[in-house]
């Protein structure tokens, strides 16, 4: 039922729309939810296949790893060059398959799907209270900049008889933020992947982060922090609810 | 040795060679010699900022190939401009290539009868590690006893700016500032201490989020006098 009704949905929406970031930025579609109406269906070929976001398809493999490390390596040689530096001296020797390496490591997100990491660790467990996980220390990468973004994610949900595995909630957000990203989004894309996966009551993500964009260049503002947030279903609704995970998170 | 040429290593190589700095082991000698000063400071090349602009595209084409080497997609929204701003990005990080301690130097030593320490504390530093093109960052403390000649205090955070601007070593640039504050000023002494965290040690690798790195250069009376060396940690020490 809830598949049909994300297809009819999908069909209504502009398929010409690419998927970003791996991930189709809609909305989570759970039943009964009134607020964001919109099928969040992410896939690689938007027109044709139509999977929720938490079964996405994987976009990259350890072999792609492999096949692109030296044009990567290459492409940070010309780097280096470009930056006037010498890549022949004993410290930039080997930087260009380090970096290259690293860059990697720091879009590993791209190599994980949720549905492998979360398929065996839903429980049901008849409990209906909130549940937080926070100080999930984060770190991403700003996809206009390339320059690291850090800090830590807060994350409460209200089970619906079925409960997650505590890791596997800061799973989610490594998947997520070990890509290029926008704090906005990542935001988004954690609530949306804990909704589809256990359709909860109600899901809340704050994210509260450094931008070193905005730290070692442009504005220079050390001190700066940026705040996001999304609340889903009784945590939109319910300001009740919402306060209790604030002051919660906040303690 | 690692630390023998320090300004060859990572200054600028053009063709043009580096003077090379005084490589041996007693650093007393730097305090007097004064000769070598001026032109150690300026065979040290410098990158025109004209140059930046021609050096643009290559740069942006090389960072095209990384985000598709990445498995993204070069045309969505998101990432269109982003070879551009990266380019630029890294540029403005490794803008210490652009100046040398001379320009800034020059004019702001003054004659000044005094005698005693001298700090300058909890200057924000931002540098990309060499090995892995990645930040880190911490703070620098800086203290020199002068003899006779003191140096304007924002000229202090500007030495740390150039050395820090550049793909760098935490000890070397730890040395580096040391040096360069010695050789302007012919000091009784420098320290430098650089507290940072690499991020190559925390976003990747073995991923220790909460340790720091610390490195320390003195020179003169900083490291033959124990009692300076105490009272400079002693003043630097603030609340961490």
């Not at chain 1, 590993?108 to 839903?122: C, M, P, S, T």
């Not at chain 2, 820090?164 to 430098?192: C, D, F």
């Amino acid at each position: 039922m809830e598949r049909s009704k994300q297809k009819q949905m999908n069909q209504n929406e502009n398929e010409t729309e690419a998927p970003i970031n791996g991930h189709f930025d809609g909305r989570a579609k759970v039943p009964g939810w009134s607020a964001g109406g919109a099928a969040g269906t992410p896939s690689t070929v938007p027109s044709s296949s139509v999977m929720e976001s938490w079964r996405e398809e994987r976009t990259r493999s350890l072999e792609d790893n492999e096949m692109s490390l030296p044009s990567i390596a290459a492409a940070y040689t010309t780097i280096l060059r470009g930056l006037g530096e010498d890549p022949q001296r004993q410290g930039l020797l080997k930087t260009p398959w380090r970096a290259a390496t690293a860059m990697q490591f720091f879009t590993k997100g791209y190599q994980e799907k949720i549905i492998d990491v979360l398929n065996d660790a839903i429980f049901d467990e008849d409990h209906d209270e909130m549940v937080i996980v926070k100080d999930i220390d984060m770190f991403s990468m700003c996809e206009h900049h390339l320059v690291p973004i850090f800090g830590r994610v807060h994350i409460g949900y209200l089970p619906n008889k079925r409960v997650l595995g505590l890791s596997k909630l800061a799973r989610i957000v490594e998947i997520y933020s070990r890509r290029l990203q926008v704090q906005e989004r990542l935001t988004k894309q954690i609530a949306v992947a804990i909704t589809e996966a256990l359709q909860p009551a109600g899901v809340g993500v704050v994210i509260e982060a450094t931008h070193m964009c905005m730290v070692m260049r442009g504005v220079q503002k050390m001190n700066s922090k940026t705040v996001t947030s999304t609340m889903l279903g009784v945590f939109r609704e319910d300001p009740k609810t919402r306060d209790e995970f604030l002051s919660l998170i906040r303690s | 040795m690692e630390y023998q040429k320090a300004a060859e290593l990572n200054g600028l190589c053009n063709g043009k060679i580096v003077t090379e700095y005084l490589c041996r082991n007693g650093f007393s000698e730097l305090t007097v010699d004064t000769k070598k000063v001026a032109v150690q400071h300026k065979h040290e090349t410098s990158r025109k900022e004209a140059e930046d602009e021609s050096r643009l595209p290559a740069l942006e084409a090389a960072y095209s190939t990384i985000l598709r080497g990445l498995g993204e997609n070069t045309d969505r929204q998101g990432l269109l401009k982003t070879p551009l701003r990266a380019a630029k990005a890294m540029q403005f990080l490794t803008k210490g290539y652009h100046e040398t301690i001379y320009d800034i130097l020059n004019d702001a030593i003054f004659d000044e009868d005094h005698e005693e320490l001298v700090i300058v504390k909890d200057i924000d530093m931002f540098s990309l590690c060499e090995h892995h093109l990645v930040p880190f960052f911490g703070k620098v403390h800086i203290g020199y006893l002068p003899s006779k000649k003191v140096v304007g205090l924002s000229k202090l955070a500007r030495i740390v700016e150039i050395y820090s601007r550049r793909l760098q070593v935490q000890e070397r640039l730890t040395k580096q500032i040391a040096m360069a504050i010695s050789e302007a000023l012919q000091p009784v002494g420098v320290a430098v201490v650089i507290e940072a965290a690499h991020m190559c040690m925390v976003m990747r690798g073995v991923q220790k989020m909460n340790s720091r790195t610390v490195t320390s250069a003195m020179l003169g009376a900083f490291r033959e006098d124990p009692k300076a060396r105490e009272e400079f940690l002693a003043l630097t020490k603030s609340a961490q």
